[in-house]
């Protein structure tokens, strides 16, 4: 089995891999390469990341890998199963989504979470994110009675050599007792690990202020812990999403020009079935295409251009009787466009990033190494992160990193 101390600085984390052949290559790829820990949680994909994980870790190399998985998001079918569990404390966000780390709950879900990945043990197992009873209005000695419940039913796990490790993930530890979880760390051997998110934006824990103390990534290592990092490469910056990592380059004035007639005929279509209907041909008048009017070339990421195009334009297509073969190659085609304006939105912002950065000596302006690899790089050697968790969802972003691997 793999020691904490050869753990390799390099991660991935499957929030968005699910059972595919591509994902399978990818994870057999870095593997390969040298990256020895994988991240994952019982809600990733509905747990689709888990049986990956578990279709690909036979059992010849599963020495050779540190599976981390999290426990306390209740979704999917998993709503039904645990509401047959007599007297399962849970908190109800959403019909789709409840939450609980409930000991009952944590080991209905331990026992799913090594079906799925195939195991007889999953080295480390993080509490998901308990600031959830916070924003519910739990007090902060209600969490730590709820967390150090929690702990001791992964003790006793331990003992049986489900897991061999556990700790907490989280993504506000303001929200969290951190200081009295730390104080009582002696109680709980086997809690050694903590993750949290951190990137050249987000980077808090370089100088995080609980309750009057300094929490640094230097005083986590102290008490023992080791520190993965998330969401290395996604952050919010100017108010919008920011993917932290380059962009194909883009000629932006002929994309202009191409997608403006296409949209323009797209338009002239719709005024045409609105003056059919006897109805106002004024395009102000109607959200759902008024919204890609206004805002085509500045939405945020592709995710939310998807949600737009399903949740606005095609009900609005549908309810004009134009969803047809005519209709669906133009949206296609613009939202190709429109991806486009998306990257190369985020390009423009990551380059006055950039400048912020090499004006805070915090990179070079000669360095020519790809950007996710100069992060990664100060992520580990200058603010100390023991793992960065990175989604490597292809065998190049593999590549790009692995040059890092110690």
């Not at 209907?277 to 990421?301: H, M, Q, S, W």
């Amino acid at each position: 089995m793999i020691k904490i101390n050869e753990i390799s600085n390099i991660g991935i984390g499957t929030y968005r891999m699910e059972d595919t052949p591509e994902y399978y290559k990818t994870l057999k790829y870095a593997i390969d390469s040298g990256i020895n820990i994988i991240d994952s949680a019982s809600n990733y994909n509905f747990g689709n990341s888990e049986k990956l994980i578990g279709q690909t870790i036979t059992s010849d190399i599963r020495e050779k890998v540190f599976i981390i998985s999290k426990v306390g998001y209740i979704q999917g079918n998993d709503i039904k199963l645990v509401k047959e569990i007599d007297n399962l404390s849970l908190i109800e966000f959403s019909e789709n989504f409840y939450y609980s780390l409930d000991p009952k709950f944590i080991s209905f879900q331990l026992k799913q979470s090594l079906k799925r990945l195939n195991t007889e043990y999953i080295d480390c197992y993080l509490l998901h994110n308990p600031e959830y009873y916070f924003n519910k209005g739990y007090n902060k000695e209600q969490i730590k009675d709820i967390i150090f419940a929690s702990f001791s039913l992964l003790e006793r796990e331990v003992e049986k050599g489900k897991i061999r490790f556990y700790g907490i993930s989280c993504n506000d530890f303001n929200k969290i007792p951190i200081i009295e979880i730390l104080e009582s760390i002696e109680n709980f051997p086997a809690f050694k690990f903590v993750q949290f998110p951190f990137n050249i934006v987000e980077n808090n824990l370089s100088d995080y202020n609980v309750e009057s103390c300094n929490l640094t990534i230097k005083k986590l290592k102290e008490y023992g812990l080791f520190t993965l990092s998330n969401r290395p490469l996604n952050t919010v910056y100017q108010g919008k999403t920011l993917r932290l990592t380059d962009m194909p380059s883009q000629d932006i004035e002929s994309i202009n020009q191409k997608e403006e007639m296409l949209f323009d005929s797209f338009q002239n279509t719709i005024k045409e079935s609105l003056v059919q209907l006897g109805e106002d041909t004024d395009l102000e008048n109607y959200y759902p295409i008024f919204f890609f009017v206004e805002n085509r070339k500045n939405i945020a990421n592709v995710e939310a251009i998807d949600k737009a195009i399903y949740e606005y334009l095609l009900p609005f297509l549908d309810a004009l009787n134009l969803r047809n073969a005519e209709t669906t190659k133009l949206i296609t085609e613009l939202r190709n466009y429109w991806i486009i304006y998306t990257q190369w939105s985020n390009q423009e912002r990551l380059n006055i990033l950039k400048q912020d950065m090499i004006k805070e000596h915090k990179m070079s302006a000669t360095d020519k190494r790809d950007f996710s690899h100069i992060l990664a790089d100060y992520y580990l050697n200058k603010e100390g992160v023991d793992c960065v968790l990175m989604g490597l969802r292809k065998t190049d972003y593999v590549d790009k990193v692995k040059s890092l691997l110690l």
